[in-house]
């Protein structure tokens, strides 16, 4: 799947930004109910509804954001630029440690397939990409929890993650 916007940054109040999610068949049988979802806070619904996919076939799906001062304060104007990516996900991941009473389960699956998916199936959904990468990311967390002098308390703990800005 290839995920574009139709803009490269963003840094206006209200603009509205379109998503194209393009999803290919490259296997030999037929995709039936095929759909699309997006972590992103604040995506309106993806269309079209779930399709089939026949081999070699391809779909575009589309959804659009309005920008809103949550997303500026986030501070990612270009999600290209590696330093405002990796600022704009930490300040997510915090948002989220807050909105799900610290529960890594639910923080790290809500990061992965979107903080509605998680409320809709009152805990982590049954999509394989996010029960494989909740598992993963929190082994990790345990590695990292090894590392350090003191266990890390938040994900803005400089001894798991630590920003360099652009200049080096």
Known sequence: MDKTADVATYGTLGETITYSFEVENTGNVTL????VTDPLTGLSAITPAP?????????????????????????????????QNIKGGVAYLDWLMKEFDRDPLMV??????????????DGVPPYAE??????????????????????????????????ISAEG
Not at 32 to 35: E, I, K, L, R, Y
Not at 108 to 121: P, T
Request: with cysteine; charged share 15%.
């Open 108 to 121: 790290l699956a809500a990061y992965n397939a979107g903080e509605g998916a998680v409320r809709a199936n």
């Open 32 to 35: 039936t109910n095929v759909s």
């Open 130 to 163: 996010t029960r494989d990468y909740v598992p993963k990311v929190l082994a990790a967390w345990q590695v990292a929890q090894g590392l350090c002098l003191t266990p890390p308390e938040l994900v803005t703990d400089p001894c798991v993650f630590k920003v």
């Open 51 to 83: 399709v089939s996919l026949a081999p070699g076939a391809s779909q575009i799906f589309t959804a659009t954001l309005t920008v809103t001062q949550d997303h500026l304060d986030a501070g990612v104007a270009d999600a290209m630029n590696p330093v």
